[in-house]
């Protein structure tokens, strides 16, 4: 299994921005593609966007649309969620896994059993 490590997360007051990062150990991260989660405070873990292992598909939550990027540069075995204009319902634990995959979809995503410690976005005034 490929091992992730998440970062980039912080306080950022309503309207900011912030990019996380998703690092990968695998040095065939190209095949895998990315899922970024999160979990807020009593509530269940929820799937916000997904890259193909090319970066040629994306799927991103309804609640995020027009707001968040996903991307990956596979030279850093790296992907990223670019969040702009915060709001207070985003506040999250923000986690990443990935998935294998022998062709080109995006969606259904499922992702690894095992989970990382993600990174914590606080949005607040």
């Known amino acids: 299994q490929v091992h992730l490590v998440e970062s980039g997360g912080g306080v950022v007051q309503p309207g900011g921005s912030l990019r996380l990062s998703c690092a990968a150990s695998?040095?065939?991260?190209?095949?895998?593609?990315v899922g970024w989660f999160r979990q807020a405070p009593g509530k269940e873990r929820e799937l916000v966007a997904v890259?193909?292992?090319?970066?040629?598909?994306?799927y991103l939550a309804g609640s995020v649309t027009g707001r968040f990027t996903i991307s990956r540069d596979n030279a850093k075995n790296t992907a990223y969620l670019q969040m702009n204009n915060l709001k207070t319902e985003d506040t999250a634990v923000y986690y990443c896994?990935?998935?294998?995959?022998?062709?080109?979809?995006?969606?259904?995503?499922?992702?690894?059993?095992?989970w990382g410690k993600g990174t914590l976005v606080t949005v607040s005034s």
């Open positions: 695998e040095r065939t991260f190209n095949s895998y593609a």
């Open positions: 896994n990935a998935e294998a995959r022998d062709r080109d979809y995006v969606l259904p995503f499922y992702g690894m059993d095992s």
């Open positions: 890259i193909t292992p090319n970066g040629g598909g994306t």
